[in-house]
């Protein structure tokens, strides 16, 4: 079963330092979406993105937080200067395009971000 | 602004039996979808279950079935059979057209041997 793929598993990262989270969505998705998980808490909405740009993105994606797609597989989420509020755990999803929105999302298995 | 609500943080049940988790959600929306994740000690997001606002009839998965009240808002998973297995954070997420999904606080699920 196609699956989306995220790297690396687990990144420690000091505060102020600038990092991306990789993800590799199933080939034939054309919508993107991170998502994080504070410890113990709610998934939470970052970004969704389709056709090379951001469809929708939420309050806590601020400034410091920016997408690519630099090649036809892959999918990043930056994060430029690092705090220690930002320790959560990420998740890459991708979906088709159309009406098999209704199927929801895929997710990837995350990546743990710790910040330091 | 849509919001989902779980209103159980814990919940356990013995091996073998019946549980059900509880989630109503709020949109003035008639057209959405409604979905169970399941996430292990993985932490990988898995879809356990989901239903199309519009069908009447509850959406059933083997030992998975929701009770989708669509006046109500309601939208609970109840698990059958309950095994060892099932136990992890089970998050209800709903998602309407042309917008994105967004997710419940989460339920624990203990399952007793």
């Known amino acids: 079963e196609p699956e989306v793929t995220q790297t690396p598993s687990h990144q420690v990262t000091q505060m102020g330092q600038e990092v991306i989270l990789r993800c590799v969505p199933i080939?034939?998705?054309?919508?993107f979406y991170w998502y994080r998980q504070i410890l113990g808490q709610k998934v939470e909405f970052l970004v969704s993105?389709?056709?090379?740009?951001?469809?929708?993105k939420s309050e806590i994606f601020d400034d410091q937080f920016s997408v690519e797609r630099p090649d036809g597989s892959n999918f990043t989420l930056k994060i430029r200067s690092t705090k220690l509020e930002d320790s959560a755990m990420y998740f890459c999803?991708?979906?088709?395009?159309?009406?098999?929105?209704?199927?929801?999302?895929?997710f990837g298995s995350g990546t743990r971000l710790t910040v330091v | 602004a849509q919001t989902v609500t779980q209103s159980q943080p814990e919940m356990s049940v013995q091996e073998a039996e019946t549980v059900t988790l509880s989630c109503t959600y709020d949109?003035?929306?008639?057209?959405?979808?409604l979905f169970w994740y399941k996430q292990p000690p993985s932490r990988q997001m898995i879809l356990v279950i989901r239903?199309?606002?519009?069908?009447?009839q509850n959406a059933t998965e083997n030992r998975f079935s929701v009770n989708f009240q669509k006046a109500a808002k309601s939208f609970s998973l109840k698990i059958s059979d309950s095994q060892l297995g099932d136990a992890a954070m089970y998050f209800c997420?709903?998602?309407?057209?042309?917008?994105?999904?967004?997710f419940g606080a989460g339920t624990r699920l203990t399952v007793k041997p």
């Open positions: 999803a991708s979906s088709e395009t159309g009406t098999a929105f209704i199927y929801g999302y895929t």
């Open positions: 080939s034939n998705h054309l919508y």
């Open positions: 993105f389709y056709n090379n740009e951001i469809s929708e």
């Open positions: 949109t003035s929306e008639s057209d959405y979808y």
């Open positions: 239903q199309e606002a519009y069908k009447q």
């Open positions: 997420a709903y998602r309407s057209l042309g917008n994105d999904m967004r």
